[in-house]
């Protein structure tokens, strides 16, 4: 019996934004990264998400937008912040936005269970990175919970970015992060 994936389970990690550069997956691995993060427990077939790819110099057009948007919700906003704004989808050459979909009134699966089907297409994009070699990190940030940066992404009403996938080559080796350890969280229930 192989335990390579248990291995792979104890040694992944993200690697922050910032410290991703070139090379990108290529366009072959891009698609599998795509084709097997929607591979993901979906209580009732509801597929309550998409996948929004950025590449390239849109990365930059859509920071640009931001914070222009930032800065007319917010005319006091220190130009620091906006400049976040702009650079926060330049370090790692592909950023994948995940849309959840979510049905909030659905007579059988719970808007909970749709978003956490969501959440685990995300994790698998974490995962898929890291098996390729790639480094990830999954960041969120103010546009994830404004209308109004949705519609720039061309978001419906309807839908939400629970995360944005950002994925490239690690520049450096990340240190090991301090992690609960399994008896501080894990418990057998007794009656
Ligand atoms: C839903 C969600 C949103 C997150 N948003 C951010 C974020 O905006 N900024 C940030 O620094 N880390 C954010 N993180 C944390 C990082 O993605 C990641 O957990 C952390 O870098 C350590 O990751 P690791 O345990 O995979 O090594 C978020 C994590 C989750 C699950």
New binding site residues.
Partial sequence: MSDHIIDFLRA???T?AMQLGEPAPDSRQLRTLLETAIRVPDHGKLAPWRLIVLQGPDKAIYGERLAQLHARIDPQAPPKKLEKDRQRFNAAPVVIAVIARIEENHPKVPAQEQLLSA?CV?YNL?LGAQSLGFGA?????WSCYHREAAKLLGLADSERT??YIHIGTPREL?PE?E?PLPIEVISPWKA
């Fill in positions: 992944r990690h993200s922050p959440g995300a974490l990190q999954w960041l969120t940030g629970i995360a990340i992060r992690r």
